[in-house]
């Protein structure tokens, strides 16, 4: 079993930096991938940014892409998300997620496009709220 736990969410002004960790605890030594989501009211979940640990693969959603970095620390079982550069649109909990085993190339394909139905485990997330 694995264990996510989000933190670092808050209230920023737009323009501002927020960094997002996930801590994952349990059964998490051989991950395959750790995803950040997040979902504004009224919207639908939107995958952000994975990372995959056999490779170092790194994927960005078109809207983040050079204002958000992933990274992780192996030794903490944490993956990082630094958000820069912050607007109101990026309002919204943001969830951390993972996937232990790979069934398919489907799936493989899945986890890094960032497609949340391939993510198996999954943190209870941290509101991130961008206003002035």
């Known amino acids: 079993q694995v264990q996510l736990v989000e933190s670092g969410g808050g209230l920023v002004q737009p323009e501002g930096s927020l960094r997002l960790s996930c ?8 991950y395959y991938a750790i995803g950040w989501f997040r979902q504004a009211p009224g919207k ?4 952000v940014s994975c990372i995959r640990r056999g490779d170092g693969f790194i994927y960005y959603a078109d ?4 204002r958000f ?3 992780r620390d192996d030794a903490k079982n ?3 998300l630094q958000m820069n550069s912050l ?3 990026d309002t919204a909990v943001y969830y951390c997620a993972t996937v232990k085993n790979v ?8 986890i890094s496009r960032l497609e949340g139905v391939f993510y198996d485990y999954w943190g209870q997330g941290t509101q991130v709220t961008v206003s002035s």
Not at 44 to 47: F, H, I, K, M, P
Not at 63 to 66: A, T
């Open 87 to 89: 607007k109101p649109e």
């Open 23 to 30: 801590a994952a605890s349990g059964s998490t030594l051989d």
């Open 103 to 110: 069934r398919s190339i489907d799936q493989a394909m899945g």
């Open 78 to 80: 944490t993956v990082y």
């Open 44 to 47: 639908e979940r939107e995958g």
């Open 63 to 66: 809207s983040v892409k050079g």
């Open 69 to 71: 970095t992933i990274s």
